[in-house]
């Protein structure tokens, strides 16, 4: 079973605000990623990791940025939060090895800005 | 630009019956294969992996990969009402150094009492 955390799991907060969304694994995955989601549509990779000092933009622009310092932690940060940013935000691990890249989602972030 | 097409649905069975999920997909080095379960307002939850061609069943579930058809499906059966919910097919990347997948948009099964 996989162990992947993801704090807060509900956020409303006004525009302009700095704001940190936390996501933690247990698992010593080294591949780790961001993903937006607005309800009933697609998955969009904004940010991915694949070890520790490592992270990269995804497909989707995103005004968000992360870190990874260390293994099992991949916060992901908003500077200036506006309502565009209203979304569900899913964070995944894999073993990313032999054939092993299915990925394990946290619960999700859903976050609303006013 | 490498894509993972499925039928959007929604997909709507009678409780008892089987219900096919289906997923092409463009990049023929493809290794792995993934289906994800995702109910309304959830994450998705991985429900089945293929990675060589033919079946592979995990009791009501059934993946089927035929890599020289570029294809792979799902069969749930004696489909049930808590089986409603979107169906996600996930592929893996053939690029070197590539630990991404490509998810398709999903497939949305309404299974009716």
């Known amino acids: 079973e996989a162990d992947i955390y993801q704090t807060p799991r509900y956020l409303v907060i006004g525009t302009g605000k700095k704001i940190t969304l936390e996501c933690s694994q247990t698992?010593?995955?080294?591949?780790m990623y961001w993903y937006q989601q607005d309800p009933g549509m697609e998955l969009h990779l904004i940010h991915y990791s694949y070890g520790v000092n490592s992270t990269e933009k995804g497909d989707l622009s995103s005004e968000s940025t992360v870190s990874r310092i260390r293994t099992e932690h991949f916060p992901l940060t908003l500077e200036s939060a506006r309502p565009s940013h209203t979304s569900q935000y899913l964070c995944?691990?894999?073993?990313?090895?032999?054939?092993?890249?299915?990925?394990?989602f946290g619960p999700g972030t859903r976050l609303t800005v006013t | 630009q490498k894509e993972v097409e499925q039928n959007s649905g929604p997909l709507s069975v009678p409780e008892g019956a089987i219900a096919s999920l289906n997923c092409t997909y463009s990049d023929r080095g493809s290794q792995s294969f993934f289906w994800y379960r995702q109910y309304s307002g959830k994450s998705p939850e991985l429900i089945m992996s293929?990675?060589?061609?033919g079946d592979k069943e995990d009791g009501r579930f059934t993946a089927q990969l035929n890599k020289a058809s570029q294809y792979v499906s799902l069969l749930i059966r004696d489909s049930q009402p808590s089986d409603s919910a979107t169906y996600l097919c996930?592929?893996?990347?053939?690029?070197?150094?590539?630990?991404?997948?490509?998810f398709g948009k999903g497939t949305k099964l309404s299974v009716i009492p």
């Open positions: 995944a691990s894999s073993p990313g090895q032999g054939l092993s890249y299915e990925q394990y």
């Open positions: 698992m010593g995955h080294d591949k």
């Open positions: 293929i990675y060589s061609n």
């Open positions: 996930a592929v893996t990347s053939s690029g070197a150094g590539s630990y991404q997948l490509t």
